[in-house]
């Protein structure tokens, strides 16, 4: 089998016009590509047992469909002195902090004050957000597990590509830090989403049921974060 290096550089040399990453995946059947709005490319899923002329064969024919998407991106959104950032869906701007005693990032007033190099000030807004995501969001799914006499086993936040939350059969949920940046009837959303994961581990009418008891305007939320999603996948 092709190694991944080496099929990437043969991808790369079709002149596709965007980055594509491989990712091996032992359920898939057949070749997929999915929108990586992230790092503004795709990504190429295969089966275990794959030829790589045929991976190539696929990218090649689905040129249109990758610049299709490529173009409807929005462009990416630094987070940089000046920029606009929604937290929990009110803006906030992006500000130099020059009081040398002031802690390294303080959300108050409209405003992300962060101390600093300016060099440093994107990481350190993100890992401010990151910390206040998870933090916010832990406390969120306890209060909402215990409406329904649930316990929650730990609260992680990451930065998955295609889904919002993730619960675990052990009881541990997990949550994309970007939805910092969503309303805080979206974010109530999908942490009852995951919640009544704890009672019921699929997407039938009694799971649909639980959802809509916890909080309400479900179909509101979930087609805000459909129609907003590309928005938060390019805040970096």
Do not use: Q
Request: aromatic content about 6%; glycine content about 6%.
């Amino acid at each position: 089998m092709l190694r991944h290096d080496s099929l990437e550089e043969r991808i790369r040399a079709l002149g596709i016009g965007a980055p594509v990453t491989i990712r091996v995946s032992p359920k898939a059947r057949r070749l997929s590509l999915r929108v990586d709005a992230a790092k503004r490319g795709v990504e190429l899923v295969l089966p275990r047992r794959f030829s790589a002329e045929t991976a190539l064969g696929f990218v090649s024919s689905h040129r249109g469909w990758i610049a299709a998407r490529i173009a409807a991106m929005p462009p990416p959104r630094p987070l940089g002195e000046g920029a606009s950032v929604p937290v929990f869906g009110v803006p906030h701007r992006i500000c130099c902090e020059t009081d040398s005693r002031a802690p390294t990032v303080t959300i108050a007033d409209g405003e992300i004050r962060v101390r600093g190099h300016p060099t440093h000030l994107p990481r350190r807004v993100r890992d401010h957000l990151t910390a206040l995501a998870k933090r916010d969001f832990a406390a969120r799914a306890r209060a909402t597990a215990a409406r329904i006499g649930k316990s929650v086993a730990r609260v992680g936040v990451r930065d998955p590509k295609s889904r919002w939350g993730s619960c675990s059969s052990k009881g541990a949920l997990s949550f994309s830090w970007r939805l910092v940046f969503a309303p805080e009837a979206v974010i109530d959303y999908v942490v009852a989403h995951e919640v009544a994961h704890l009672v019921e581990m699929n997407h039938g009418p009694r799971f649909w049921r639980l959802v809509a008891s916890l909080v309400p305007d479900v179909d509101k939320s979930r087609a805000w974060l459909k129609r907003h999603r590309l928005e938060l996948l390019a805040y970096a």
